[in-house]
């Protein structure tokens, strides 16, 4: 008998694209095979991303494309399975929303260990943790992805043995917040935030991002760089997303001295006016992430950094925009992904915060910060966020 055939659509970040081969490792292992289109599986995944409602739009005009083409062709349809970030509207809205679904798959349930099924043979994405303890006001991740959970050492390190023996050089380690990694297992000063289902205000929420007391001795992302570095077949080691809380110094010292870790370090700051960053509930200051920035270069002069920023955030004043121009000028970022704000339902910010800066000035001061920033050495488009 012929095998039952899969596909998988991702939309969205590298997180999706990484899990959907964790998808297609769980689908092979029950003996699938991939089809070569939508057009002609039995079992069609789609994986979403929520960050932005244009990406809600895309997974939509999508499912619709799909309904289009069987109706017309008059062929029974795949089986259509929905996951990723659009999963957190929940199973009830969700069949209300797109009525073509006929299963949800909670991002969660993809696992960590699934064997991946990867189209590289040179680099892979190894997820490290998954879920998100920070709660930025404006992002959905903590309540499509859960709470923080870092994967299992060894389980890591299993997985990039198999990797070296495959003869793979390039590692790019994934996680919400990947400078907290095994932090939460040490048990040290965890913050409980559980803003979910709750009615609450700005003053609800903490001051200082981090989730975590600084460790005694060597951080665990450190160890874990280090222990990968170890291995002589892996030549490059990269990681997404850092943030300026739980960037220890001693992972500063490691980056400057290890030079299979990527000389590219990706710091998102979302804004340079510490009000702004106040009302996103980023926990740092412009000031902290300026002392991360120079504690970088110091370590080592090729270090470039590259940034995200969010423009026309809720009650962002000319002046407090002007503060993230300067900043940028200051800094001299490699590149920076300029968003513009739009609230998500769902998000503490949608709640709290009325959104009012007028759609074309939030368009001038995208202009204004990717002239500044990427002026010719990035090719950006604005995006909303
Ligand atoms: S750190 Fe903030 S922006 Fe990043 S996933 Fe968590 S809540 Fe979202």
Redesign the pocket.
Known sequence: MKNKTYYIHTFGCQSNKSDSERIAGDYEARGYTEASDWRVCDELIVNTCAIRQRAEDRAKGFLHNVRVHFNEIGKQRPKIILTGCMTHHGNEKLYEMLPIVDEILPINEVGFNTAAIRKDVKHAWIPISTG?N???TY?I??YSRGREQSRDFEAIITEVENLVDRGFEEITLLG??VNSWGLEKLGIGFRKLMMENKEFTRDDLPDNQSQYLTPTGTPPFVKLLQAISAFEQIKKIRFM?S?PWDFHDELIAEIGRNKKIDRYVHLPIQSGSNAVLYRMNRGYTKERYLEVINKLRAADPDIVVGTDIIVGFAGETEAEFEETVQLSKEIDWKVGFVAIYSPRPGTASFRIYPDDIPHAEKKRRWEVLDQIINKDNFDSRPVVI
């Open positions: 998100c920070s709660f930025c992002c991740v903590p919400m917040n997303t943030n």
